[in-house]
């Protein structure tokens, strides 16, 4: 399942795999990384390489991540160009979440300007 390279320990993509669907799936990290004897910082990067790059994100690697080629991935299909355009409208949507909440800060504000300008506004006229 796991070899040694040097100092460092290449584990199988089916391992890997396992792992990360079990995390995908609700269980522990924390669990799941004593069980198999693995840091838990080692299970968050395969799983945030399997969200990115599907089941290639988990293949060994010689230098660096592996390449973003338009391949049919694990996930129904679904094509790296895919993922990118996912990640831009997610990120798309966060921002506009942030502009929606910023609009709701600033329209409470007036409402309650207004309310203080109303209030005062009647008891000078008295």
Not at 33 to 39: F, H, K, M, P, S
Not at 46 to 75: C, F, H, I, M, V
Not at 97 to 118: C, N, P, S, T
């Amino acid at each position: 399942m796991s070899q040694e390279v040097g100092k460092r320990v290449e584990y199988a993509v089916e391992l890997k795999l396992a792992a990360v669907r079990r995390i995908r799936a609700g269980e522990s990290v924390r669990v799941v990384a004593e069980e198999l004897g693995i840091r838990r910082k080692r299970l968050y990067v395969w799983k945030d390489r399997y969200t990115e790059l599907g089941a290639a994100g988990l293949e060994r690697q010689r230098a660096g991540r592996p390449r973003k080629e338009a391949s049919a991935g694990e996930n129904g299909g679904e094509t790296l160009v895919g993922r990118g355009e996912l990640l831009a409208a997610r990120k798309r949507i966060a921002e506009l979440e942030r502009k929606v909440g910023q609009q709701e800060l600033e329209l409470d504000f007036f409402a309650e300007a207004l309310r203080r300008i109303g209030a005062g506004g009647k008891r000078s006229a008295r």
